[in-house]
């Protein structure tokens, strides 16, 4: 079957604008998690949805992030007024749920990269 | 808070021979997972293999083995006939279980396999 997709592949942008990155998980899997991943290092935890609900969203650096999944499936990122410093590969993962969360299958990840 | 830390940020091996990558992590918790991730040049990240704290035997996937050692929060990958398509960056990563269900990941380690 199809695993985690993520759209577009690469993302270049401005200073200052508007950013969505689009995230589709694994069909039927409940849990879904976004990760930030800056040149030279590992990936660093942004936020979890079990279902619909953002179950923690303890990793956004800041308001300018925000991450919705309104229908428990695709998952949106959101980068407002966008940095330099925001510059990174972005990478989705989801799971299964239902006790089975160690399982996280990982999406090819949206390199932005911001002008 | 959790910590992993990859001290080996590159290593190069011969083609047939043997590497071993080092982890070590810093956690209060008892109960969790740790993980080793291979991430290519095309960003996707593959699970190499998952070891549960609780589980003393250490966990092997044909050729890759861990040196877990709880005590001194240690978790070491072990390649046995390192092949060409080895080559990649590999992460540590640390899940406490049943809570946040977030990685923690290392800063990683490029392994050059050699001809």
């Known amino acids: 079957g199809a695993g985690v997709s993520q759209t577009p592949s690469n993302k270049v942008t401005e200073k200052g604008k508007y950013v969505e990155l689009r995230c589709d998980p694994i069909s039927g899997h409940t849990a879904l998690y976004w990760y930030r991943q800056s040149l030279g290092q590992g990936p660093e935890f942004l936020i979890y949805?079990?279902?619909?609900?953002?179950?923690?969203d303890s990793g956004l650096p800041n308001d300018r992030f925000f991450a919705v999944r309104p229908e428990g499936s695709v998952s949106t990122l959101k980068i407002q007024r966008t940095e330099r410093g925001d510059s990174a590969v972005y990478l989705c993962?989801?799971?299964?749920?239902?006790?089975?969360?160690?399982?996280?299958?990982f999406g090819p990840g949206t390199r932005l990269t911001v002008l | 808070a959790q910590t992993v830390t990859q001290s080996q940020p590159e290593m190069s091996v011969q083609e047939a021979e043997t590497v071993t990558l080092s982890c070590t992590y810093d956690t209060s918790e008892s109960n969790y997972y740790l993980f080793w991730y291979k991430q290519p040049p095309s960003r996707q990240m593959i699970l190499v293999i998952r070891q549960e704290a609780y589980k003393q035997q250490n966990a092997t996937e044909n050729r890759f083995s861990v040196n877990f050692q709880k005590a001194a929060k240690s978790f070491s990958l072990k390649i046995s006939d390192s092949q060409l398509g080895d080559t990649a960056m590999y992460f540590c990563?640390?899940?406490?279980?049943?809570?946040?269900?977030?990685?923690?990941f290392g800063t990683g380690t490029s392994l050059t396999v050699i001809p």
């Open positions: 993962a989801s799971s299964p749920g239902g006790g089975r969360d160690n399982e996280q299958f």
């Open positions: 949805f079990q279902g619909t609900g953002a179950a923690d």
């Open positions: 990563a640390f899940m406490k279980r049943n809570t946040g269900n977030q990685f923690y």
